[in-house]
């Protein structure tokens, strides 16, 4: 009875570390799904260029296995070790630990890139913004291999809000290694690429005109101003209606007389499609809400039933022990 008392509490030990490492962050694994987030509103744009610098700054090799590039310990790039006391993330797993990195406020040797320190007004984010890696070392000679196996974007909780300095959950995301190289096809430098070519593959509606107001205004950042008109501007653009390739094969196109009436009737469909698309994206938003919500009250349900079991068990050795 003994051992299979032990057998359960083991059991019940093993469980609990499961349940508590299910993490709700939401994964984001491409430029489109950078979309989503409403940079500008909820989320600072600054986070846009703190991870444009850093998927620039980390080694990627051809197996997807990303390398830190600097020391956190020593606090370049304004990095230091993170505790996850608030358990934003999941628990460490041996051997690992999680640093943060974005403190434009702490002295460091090696300092952020000046357009990340002193943006434009329009991209300033109050110092909110923060990378958080998870990192493995490993010793090998005479230096250590920094290994990461996890990104995340997340940001502090604004003064309006009052809840302190911990950083926000539900401005928490996971940054795949594929969204870390779609980023980095928009590297700056000798190797930049035209800005032309980074349209066609991402599928952006910028023209000309607004290719070359994005050459003046970044200059040497060009590739930066474009990811970044690709992920914010793009998606509110009242632009994007009328840049759509037209259907001719639309009866009210093979007229060349179209009543005023008609033409209304087109933008007020335009429009609902418009409103449409909020609304599923809200109902998206709500269910997650509610996946998270279903998540945490089955963990509660199967910690209460893990504490009835333990208990159970402690109350039969005992019985056993006094017969």
């Known amino acids: 009875m003994m051992k299979l008392s032990g057998r ?8 609990l570390l499961a349940l508590t490492s299910v993490s709700a962050v939401q994964k984001l694994t491409s430029i489109n799904d950078l979309k989503k987030i409403n940079f500008g509103q909820s989320v600072p744009k600054h986070s846009l260029l703190l991870l444009h610098w850093f998927a620039n700054t980390v080694d990627i090799d051809n197996n997807d296995l990303i390398s830190l590039t600097f020391d956190p310990n020593g606090g370049d790039y304004a990095s230091h070790h993170y505790g996850n006391y608030e358990r934003l993330l999941d628990p460490l ?23 990340i320190v002193h943006p434009s007004r329009e991209f300033m984010g109050e110092n909110r913004d923060r990378i958080i890696v998870r990192v493995m070392e490993q010793n090998t000679g005479q230096r250590a291999l920094r290994r990461i196996d996890r990104v995340y974007i997340t940001q502090h909780y604004g003064t309006s809000e009052h809840q302190g300095t911990p950083y926000d959950p539900d401005h928490t995301y996971q940054i795949t290694t594929g969204l870390l190289r779609q980023i980095r096809e928009f590297s700056v430098g000798q190797n930049q690429q035209s800005l032309s070519d980074l349209r066609n593959r991402f599928g952006s509606r910028a023209d000309d005109s607004q290719l070359w107001q994005i050459r003046n205004t970044w200059g040497s950042l060009a590739c930066l101003g474009l990811l970044l008109f690709i992920v914010i501007e793009e998606k509110y653009s009242t632009n994007q209606r009328n840049n759509r390739p037209q259907n001719n094969n639309r009866p009210e196109n093979r007229q060349n007389n179209r009543s005023g009436d008609e033409v209304a009737v087109f933008i007020e469909d335009d429009e609902d499609h418009v409103a449409r698309g909020v609304r599923n994206y809200n109902i998206s938003n709500s269910l997650n809400n509610c996946q998270r919500c279903f998540c945490c009250i089955v963990c ?17 050795n005992v019985v056993q022990l006094r017969l």
């Open 93 to 115: 797993p041996w051997g690992y630990r999680y640093y943060t990195i974005g403190n434009l406020h702490q002295d460091t040797s090696m300092p952020l890139p000046s357009h």
């Open 300 to 316: 509660f349900v199967l910690l209460y039933l893990i504490l009835i079991v333990c208990y159970s068990s402690f109350f039969v």
């Open 8 to 15: 359960v509490t083991s059991c019940c030990v093993a469980l």
